[in-house]
């Protein structure tokens, strides 16, 4: 029995950009560019990438709540890529999200218990009993207390507001997580307890989970393997275990760009010259060849194919193995 759980082949998303009083379409915004992935059963992925990347539309992509261009989506060996609505939404039990602001995506009027009871109602699961045990049980799986079914949103903390949004996520007992961001909104203080629950459910549980962020060292704690994502396209694919030999220049720029966590330290930056292109009108080739420091006449012509580099990384790039190793302290 194969260990995926989801695998994505070159999909393709673009959004067209309307102008003038007639809104005739002028272009396209090239959001996801013919991505391929897997996630396995039980694993943490973690994707990573800048802001605008198509980190999110990719999470949106494998809900089935954006239309895909091109490509194919496959759920356990069964491709569900044109799946009509009524065949899909018993597989959308197997699929939860975890969105980035607790508050924006719980409903004010209504109390925790509805909250939670909603999603059982509405895949008919269990008698109404059944769910309000149910409910207590998801509580105490997130580390609530029972009283907090009594409460409406406003009446907790943003970290509670997010350990009652993933008590919903877990409400059907899914096997796919995506949690886009789910820290990001919170304060400092509270992350590493919602780190902390994530990590405990996905080992208690099974689970498997996407985690979007820009945060690389959430995400390097949290994760099995990383994907980093820039301009649409996939740069690299690496165990998060390996950090310190990956090779991607654009991988590399993240990772120096991670704070050190000791006061007075300092650190040298690889800092990329030049924005971020726009993806209405990407780059030839490499779409990173313009912020590139090693770019060569190759990388403005050729789309480098994303390939395996040693063992289970992958990466696209044409002078991968000429690209010196990132001392872990910043200095390449």
């Known amino acids: 029995m194969s260990d995926i759980l989801v695998e994505l082949k070159d999909v393709v998303k673009h959004f067209p950009v309307k102008r003038g009083f007639f809104e005739r379409h002028a272009a396209h915004v090239h959001a996801v560019n013919g991505v391929s992935l897997r996630i396995r059963k039980g694993e943490t992925l973690g994707l990573v990438g800048e802001s605008g990347c198509g980190k999110s539309t990719l999470g949106l992509l494998l809900l089935r709540l954006l239309k895909l261009d091109s490509g ?57 009993k059944e769910r309000l045990d149910r409910v207590d049980e998801l509580l105490s799986l997130v580390g609530l207390s029972s009283d907090a079914k009594e409460k409406y949103p406003h009446e907790f903390s943003g970290g509670q507001r997010q350990r009652v949004c993933i008590a919903r996520a877990l409400a059907l007992k899914p096997k796919l997580i995506i949690a886009d961001e789910p820290v990001s909104a919170l304060d400092v203080s509270i992350r590493g307890q919602i780190v902390n629950l994530l990590m405990e459910l996905q080992e208690k549980l099974g689970l498997s989970l996407l985690l979007i962020s820009h945060d690389l060292t959430v995400v390097q704690h949290m994760s099995h393997r990383i994907a980093v994502m820039y301009l649409g396209k996939m740069m690299e694919l690496f165990p998060s275990d390996q950090m310190s030999m990956v090779r991607h220049p654009y991988t590399q720029a993240l990772i120096s760009a991670i704070p050190i966590p000791e006061p007075g330290a300092k650190k040298k930056r690889l800092v990329l010259a030049g924005d971020v292109p726009s993806p209405i009108s990407p780059p030839s080739g490499c779409p990173f060849h313009p912020r590139c420091p090693y770019a060569e006449h190759q990388c403005k012509v050729n789309v480098p194919a994303l390939l395996l580099k040693n063992r289970e990384t992958l990466a696209a790039c044409h002078l991968y193995d000429t690209i010196p190793l990132l001392k872990m302290g910043g200095e390449v």
Do not use: C, W
């Open 72 to 128: 194919q989506i496959f759920f356990e060996g069964e491709e569900i890529t044109h799946l009509p609505e009524s065949k899909m939404r018993p597989l959308r039990r197997q699929i939860q999200v975890v969105f980035q602001d607790p508050y924006a995506s719980l409903n004010p009027r209504m109390k925790v218990s509805a909250l939670l009871e909603e999603p059982l109602i509405i895949h008919r699961v269990g008698n109404k």
